[in-house]
């Protein structure tokens, strides 16, 4: 078998792609995978990395401002656009595929719209409720649009194929335990706050959290473990300002990153996140009450689309952006800490929102599309 994997730009659109890949060669060690990405985008180093091999086309989004400028860098994307189309199609007849699976991201869309045109079969894997422009212009021609939450077919043409099959996950998220976790952390009985904003780091985040870690730094009521990102090293400064010192106060873990998130979240009792996808879906796997703070600046606002999800669901709180304030958000942890009912609830509720076998149901649709050839 030999598959094209589309999908770049941001680690939401490259992981779930690394994760089909690896879970076609476990169960077909001889299938040829090549990934085809953006120049310049975090894919070429992730999917190397991952033991792929990868081909790279140059594309880029519209921008949406009217204003000179804009306009004029539109018209270098429209150029960019044909000759990304014309790369893709090149990279498709050399390898000549046997099926094309799109993960989303700008370069999805002139390789998948490319084997389209060349009637090689294609999978698309859709991540967020909110269906991101890429899906939407290619869901049609597509032989399968799998979507990891059931709500994001209410954004799409209802004459499309759909199957629901989760976002696929690391096989560590799906064996983390809860004790272990903790002892593996040091942790004690107290409630354990997992926060965090993404490897660059969100400053709302932050800013709007530094006042809780200070408080648990001087009353030590809640364990703390909180990852400021690469932008924001001036964390632990501010906390100090707010009376705690990190330093000396073995019940805050605070940090640039997180690499070992699935012990993190497994020892954690509430989550205070973003709303990416893939976190979300390793907070159900794990049955994980959370705090979500959508980022308002990500395409179409999909992760407000993300949260809510769990919010219907009685599964999560959720607090925008434009209404957070360090008072808001130590509410909203205390009175989830504070009630063990609805802390359970909300556990409850996530867990049985999370589908633990994408991997297996990817790999059923890739091998029923193939079938019909």
Not at 83 to 111: E, H, L, M, Q, W
Not at 315 to 343: F, G, H, M, W, Y
Request: charged share 25%; hydrophobic share 40%.
């Amino acid at each position: 078998m030999k598959v094209l994997l589309a999908g770049g730009g941001t680690a939401g659109h490259i992981n779930p792609a690394i994760a089909i890949a690896q879970s076609i060669k476990a169960h077909e060690p001889d299938a040829q995978i090549l990934f085809v990405g953006n120049e310049g985008g975090m894919e070429q180093r992730l999917v190397p990395a991952s033991g792929f091999d990868i081909r790279s086309i140059s594309i880029r989004g519209f921008k949406r401002s009217l204003t000179p400028k804009a306009i004029a860098e539109n018209i270098g994307t429209v150029f960019k656009a044909v000759s990304a189309s014309n790369a893709a199609k090149k990279i498709i007849r050399d390898f000549a595929p046997d099926i094309c699976i799109g993960t989303g991201g700008y370069v999805s869309g002139p390789v998948i719209r490319a084997a389209q045109k060349l009637r090689i079969p294609t999978v698309i894997h859709e991540q967020n409720a909110f269906p991101g422009v890429t899906t939407k212009m290619l869901s049609k021609g597509a032989k399968r649009v799998m979507l990891a939450l059931d709500a994001a077919r209410n954004h799409l043409d209802s004459s499309c194929n759909f199957v629901l099959t989760g976002n696929p996950v690391r096989p560590v998220i799906l064996t983390a335990d809860k004790e272990k976790a903790r002892r593996t952390l040091g942790l004690d009985s107290r409630p354990v706050v997992l926060s965090f904003g993404g490897s660059l780091g969100a400053r709302k985040i932050n800013e709007n959290m530094a006042p809780l870690i200070a408080r648990s730094g001087m009353d030590k009521r809640y364990q703390h473990i909180h990852a400021y990102g690469q932008y924001g090293k001036w964390l632990p400064d501010l906390v100090k300002e707010k009376g705690a010192d990190i330093s000396k106060c073995p019940n805050l873990d605070v940090r640039e990153y997180i690499d070992n998130m699935d012990v993190c979240m497994a020892a954690a009792d509430v989550v205070v996140c973003r709303c990416g996808a893939i976190t979300l879906s390793e907070i159900q796997i794990m049955g994980k009450p959370s705090v979500l703070i959508p980022s308002p600046t990500v395409a179409e606002n999909h992760q407000f689309h993300n949260a809510m999800a769990l919010v219907n669901e009685k599964a999560a709180s959720v607090i925008e952006e434009k209404d957070l304030t360090p008072e808001r958000l130590t509410q909203e942890i205390d009175r989830l800490l504070s009630d063990a009912n609805l802390l359970a609830l909300y556990g409850c509720n996530a867990k049985k929102m999370a589908i633990c076998d994408a991997n297996e149901r990817i790999y059923r649709v890739i091998k029923e599309v193939l079938s019909e050839k």
